[in-house]
């Protein structure tokens, strides 16, 4: 079974979908680790429930990051992971952790490739869509790279904008559309995509 360790920040909704896929069988994995940055994510609460092994490791404390990027890689590593997911992870790594694990860290991020990188990607496209500048935006997962949100793309989704549609319908259907990605692209980086149903 392949071992996978998945970084968080926040309400974790897309570790909870390789959660359920794990224990559907869909996605052959083990959850060897969950790693969260700040100690209220909700995420921490989900993989607790699912009786998975957590950290809690905060920036707070460190000098400078480039020592807590090697200090997470080495916490990240004794896990033995094939693969690491960031899964609404907003922390940006650098090569200190990167280097440890090449073409092994992979992104989802909810904008297509080259647009919106950061924070808030789904908000801001909603709001290029609303002044009339695009039309349809989408979601990626991506191979980790020191420049945030970019480096080559595992898979990708369209995601057109619906006439009248609230920013928070809109969140919740890019959400839905999150949630299968992060489980097909970590099929796909692992090479198990044919064990995905
Ligand atoms: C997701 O929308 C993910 O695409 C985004 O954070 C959210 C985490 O939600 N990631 C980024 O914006 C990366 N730049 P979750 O905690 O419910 O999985």
Known sequence: MKRIVVLVSG???????????AARGDLAVEIALVVSNRKDAYALERAVHAGLPTLYFPLRGYADRERYDADLAARVSAAAPDLI???????ILSPAFLNHFPRKVINLHPALPGAFPG???????????????I???????HYVIPEV???EVIAQTVVPFEPDE????????????????IVRATGLALGIAEGFR
């Open 11 to 21: 309400g974790g909704s897309n570790l909870q979908a390789l959660i359920d896929a």
């Open 85 to 91: 997911v960031l899964a609404g992870w907003m922390h």
């Open 119 to 133: 924070t808030h990607a789904i908000q801001r496209a909603f709001e290029a869509y609303q002044r009339g500048e």
């Open 135 to 141: 039309d349809y935006t989408g979601l990626i997962v």
């Open 149 to 151: 949100d970019a480096g």
């Open 166 to 181: 609230s920013l928070e319908d809109f969140e919740r259907r890019m959400h839905r559309r999150e949630h299968e990605l």
